[in-house]
């Protein structure tokens, strides 16, 4: 007697809001600007910063750059979800940007600073934290001396800040090694985190 094929049904999980933080110089945006190269279908979030654009960076993509001004009066008007002072300017999270994208039903990724990582798990418990991470101190003072992008003293002040980021840890759920010259690994080990995410029985719900 034929019995009828048994019938699989897709599971349907929430959109995510991952956040990617960890050491300045671990390669954030590296990791970002890899992910966004492979088309992979995650909203991410551009951020507004005081700032002047460095070298490469566009207009819209990597940053919306504004004047003093401007981001006071975002704040004023309740328009970011959180804002930091980081090494001599503001950087801010836009609101409405995140809340259209997870009601878009796309996973949305946010790339903060540690301090910024924390502002958001208070906001939304159910938001997945990533800390990237390099192989040990030398390596970082390496990077940031390689990248040129401050003086002696400001590079002095990062490491530091690192030291201290390293003890917030344990507030992520998880940590990814971005060895040097292995940027594809780190960027696998964070889709394949992503996509266990999306297989949990209860999945996390953000509330946007």
């Known amino acids: 007697m034929m019995t009828e094929p048994a019938q699989y049904f897709p599971v349907l999980s929430e959109p ?3 956040v990617i933080s960890g050491l300045s110089g671990a390669g ?3 990791i970002i ?7 992979q279908p995650f909203h991410f979030v551009v951020t507004v910063t005081t700032r002047p654009p460095r070298d490469n960076e566009v207009e819209g993509a990597d940053y919306f750059f504004i004047t003093q001004e401007q981001f006071t009066h975002m704040v004023e008007r309740g328009e970011l979800l959180e804002y930091a002072w980081l090494y001599d300017h503001y950087s801010g999270v836009p609101k409405e940007q995140v809340k259209q994208a997870l009601a878009s039903g796309k996973d949305v990724i946010l790339r903060l600073d540690v301090q910024g990582a924390a502002t958001i798990q208070s906001l939304f418990p159910e ?3 990533i800390f990237l991470t390099v192989e040990d101190e030398a390596e970082l003072r390496h990077r940031l001396s390689t990248r040129r992008t401050e003086p002696l003293d400001k590079l002095e002040a990062r490491i530091a800040k690192a030291r201290q980021e390293l003890e917030c840890i344990e507030s992520f759920d998880y940590i990814v090694l971005n060895p040097r010259d292995r940027l594809d690994e780190a960027v696998n080990t ?19």
Do not use: G
């Not at 600007?33 to 088309?39: G, I, L, Q, T």
């Open 33 to 39: 600007n890899r992910m966004k190269e492979r088309n």
């Open 28 to 30: 954030k945006d590296s």
């Open 190 to 208: 964070i889709t394949s985190i992503i996509k266990a995410e999306h297989q949990r029985v209860h999945s996390r719900k953000v509330q946007p």
């Open 127 to 129: 938001a997945l934290l």
């Open 16 to 18: 995510l809001l991952i």
